[in-house]
């Protein structure tokens, strides 16, 4: 029996987890996803070829890996497609994807609700990705989503008939464009023909691995701050990309759990609205962003960019169980002449060393900081930790001191191999 390692996102997303992925991937027989959708958008290098993936589990890079997308997953038909023609046309193989019967299917009405609801906030927009994913879960949990098995029954047409009738009830209430049945059931037979070949329960398939002593890592997307109970509600997703998603988007118990690796930046970065304690808002964040090269893998928009906030990752830690840290971007936050880390959060006065969710509380809190010095060199060509300039160790170790687990990947460039192993 093997255990299924997990990588998670420690904090509004963006962290990098493609680069671990990679890295860890490398070896691994099975790369699964267990949560989200397109919205999430994982970048990684190979041989100067650059990939993007929103939906599919990067792993399929490596040959032979088995690519599983599970249940939890919200699936955007239309953009798995080109997914994977993109990949073919890259000359990379993907008859070793397979898609969970019981995954939930983004239709286009989901992504014109995403549009209306957000236009409809006001001044307390989400800034979601506009992809269809809260709308898509919504529907999971009302019961009467559209799940991959159903494109396949008999009930589809009719399943179908009733979610647009009842979607083009509200777009009409709002005076909102409506959809038509006729053209989405087309185009979703026509899609559900080309994917019918990659659809199994992999629920069964996933055990029967971890029965065969398989190497199965899962690649979380989003983050703990965006989990929609323990992140900054209402300013995250609509899912868990927290451990416990990772379980009921994969049908894993608790025990087939190995490694947690939680990854971050040296720095932090949020896309869309919400609090954000470390934020700078200011020349410093403009710096980071430039120097980091901060704009959306997904939707291109320029990200906000602050401080690392350790007050938020030890939360991270705790709510996941994160074993191992991965830290992305070290070179790039020690081109800064000061790097700060937020170690607590001042309120009223009162300084606490407790991450919180209110909304409120989260917006009178001022970040307590401790300041180090940058450096002013290259460090990508390092691969050693004893090697790192004794400024880096030392940001280092306090983060590891802080937070109470070990850092044990450090990104000290974009590509596949910069990257010291400890
Ligand atoms: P990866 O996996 C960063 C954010 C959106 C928005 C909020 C809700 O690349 O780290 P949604 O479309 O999910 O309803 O939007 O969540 N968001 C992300 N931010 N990285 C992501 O994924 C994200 N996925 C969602 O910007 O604020
Ligand atoms: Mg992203």
Redesign the pocket.
Same mark, same amino acid.
């Given at each position: 029996m093997s255990c299924v390692d997990v990588v998670l $996102?420690s904090f509004? =997303?963006?962290?990098g987890?493609g680069k671990i992925i990679d890295y860890l991937g490398g070896s691994a027989d099975v790369a699964l996803r267990a949560t =989200?959708g397109n919205? #999430?958008?994982?970048s990684i290098e190979v041989d100067g070829e650059k990939y993007v993936f929103h939906l599919i589990p990067s792993g399929i890079l490596n040959k032979g890996t088995l690519a599983i997308i599970g249940n939890g997953v919200v699936i955007d038909p239309k953009v798995l497609l080109e997914e994977i023609n993109s990949l073919k046309e890259k000359g990379k193989d993907v008859s070793n994807l397979r898609i969970s019967t019981k995954a939930h299917v983004i239709f286009p009405y989901h992504i014109e609700m995403d549009k209306l609801l957000e236009e409809n906030r006001g001044g307390k927009k989400?800034? %979601?990705? *506009?992809?269809g994913? $809260?709308p898509c879960y919504c529907d999971k949990y009302e019961r009467s989503g559209i799940r991959v098995e159903d494109l396949y029954s008999d009930k589809f047409k009719d399943l179908l008939k009733r979610n647009v009738e009842a979607k083009n009830k509200i777009f009409t209430l709002y005076n909102y464009p409506l959809v038509s049945f006729e053209e989405i059931y087309k185009e979703y037979l026509e899609y559900a023909n080309i994917l019918k070949e990659y659809v199994c329960d992999t629920t069964t398939l996933i055990h029967k691995l971890i029965k065969e002593d398989k190497k199965i890592v899962c690649e979380g997307?989003? #983050?703990t701050l965006?989990d929609i109970d323990f992140g900054s509600y209402p300013? *995250?997703?609509?899912s868990n990309p927290t451990i416990g998603g990772i379980i009921t988007g994969s049908g894993l118990n608790a025990h087939n759990i190995g490694e947690v690796y939680g990854v971050m930046k040296a720095y932090s970065s949020r *896309? $869309? #609205? $919400?609090p954000y304690v470390t934020e700078q808002d200011n020349e410093i964040g403009d710096l980071i962003r430039e120097l980091g090269h901060e704009y959306g #893998? %997904?939707t291109k928009r320029p990200r906000r960019c602050g401080y690392l906030d350790l007050v938020a990752l030890r939360y991270a830690v705790l709510i996941n169980g994160i074993t191992a840290l991965c830290m992305n971007h070290l070179d790039t936050a020690l081109k800064l002449e000061t790097i700060k880390l937020c170690t607590g959060y001042k309120r009223n006065g009162i300084i606490t060393e407790d991450f919180t969710t209110n909304e409120e509380e989260l917006n009178e809190s001022e970040a307590v900081y401790e300041e180090f010095k940058g450096y002013d060199g290259d460090i990508s060509n390092i691969r050693k930790y004893e090697d790192l300039p004794e400024v880096a160790k030392k940001y280092i170790e306090r983060i590891e001191e802080f937070v109470g687990v070990p850092i044990k990947f450090i990104g000290v460039g974009a590509g596949r191999e910069e990257i010291i192993v400890r």
């Amino acid at each position: 029996m093997s255990c299924v390692d997990v990588v998670l $996102g420690s904090f509004y =997303g963006d962290e990098g987890k493609g680069k671990i992925i990679d890295y860890l991937g490398g070896s691994a027989d099975v790369a699964l996803r267990a949560t =989200g959708g397109n919205n #999430a958008g994982h970048s990684i290098e190979v041989d100067g070829e650059k990939y993007v993936f929103h939906l599919i589990p990067s792993g399929i890079l490596n040959k032979g890996t088995l690519a599983i997308i599970g249940n939890g997953v919200v699936i955007d038909p239309k953009v798995l497609l080109e997914e994977i023609n993109s990949l073919k046309e890259k000359g990379k193989d993907v008859s070793n994807l397979r898609i969970s019967t019981k995954a939930h299917v983004i239709f286009p009405y989901h992504i014109e609700m995403d549009k209306l609801l957000e236009e409809n906030r006001g001044g307390k927009k989400i800034g %979601t990705t *506009v992809r269809g994913i $809260g709308p898509c879960y919504c529907d999971k949990y009302e019961r009467s989503g559209i799940r991959v098995e159903d494109l396949y029954s008999d009930k589809f047409k009719d399943l179908l008939k009733r979610n647009v009738e009842a979607k083009n009830k509200i777009f009409t209430l709002y005076n909102y464009p409506l959809v038509s049945f006729e053209e989405i059931y087309k185009e979703y037979l026509e899609y559900a023909n080309i994917l019918k070949e990659y659809v199994c329960d992999t629920t069964t398939l996933i055990h029967k691995l971890i029965k065969e002593d398989k190497k199965i890592v899962c690649e979380g997307a989003q #983050a703990t701050l965006l989990d929609i109970d323990f992140g900054s509600y209402p300013y *995250v997703t609509s899912s868990n990309p927290t451990i416990g998603g990772i379980i009921t988007g994969s049908g894993l118990n608790a025990h087939n759990i190995g490694e947690v690796y939680g990854v971050m930046k040296a720095y932090s970065s949020r *896309v $869309g #609205a $919400g609090p954000y304690v470390t934020e700078q808002d200011n020349e410093i964040g403009d710096l980071i962003r430039e120097l980091g090269h901060e704009y959306g #893998a %997904t939707t291109k928009r320029p990200r906000r960019c602050g401080y690392l906030d350790l007050v938020a990752l030890r939360y991270a830690v705790l709510i996941n169980g994160i074993t191992a840290l991965c830290m992305n971007h070290l070179d790039t936050a020690l081109k800064l002449e000061t790097i700060k880390l937020c170690t607590g959060y001042k309120r009223n006065g009162i300084i606490t060393e407790d991450f919180t969710t209110n909304e409120e509380e989260l917006n009178e809190s001022e970040a307590v900081y401790e300041e180090f010095k940058g450096y002013d060199g290259d460090i990508s060509n390092i691969r050693k930790y004893e090697d790192l300039p004794e400024v880096a160790k030392k940001y280092i170790e306090r983060i590891e001191e802080f937070v109470g687990v070990p850092i044990k990947f450090i990104g000290v460039g974009a590509g596949r191999e910069e990257i010291i192993v400890r």
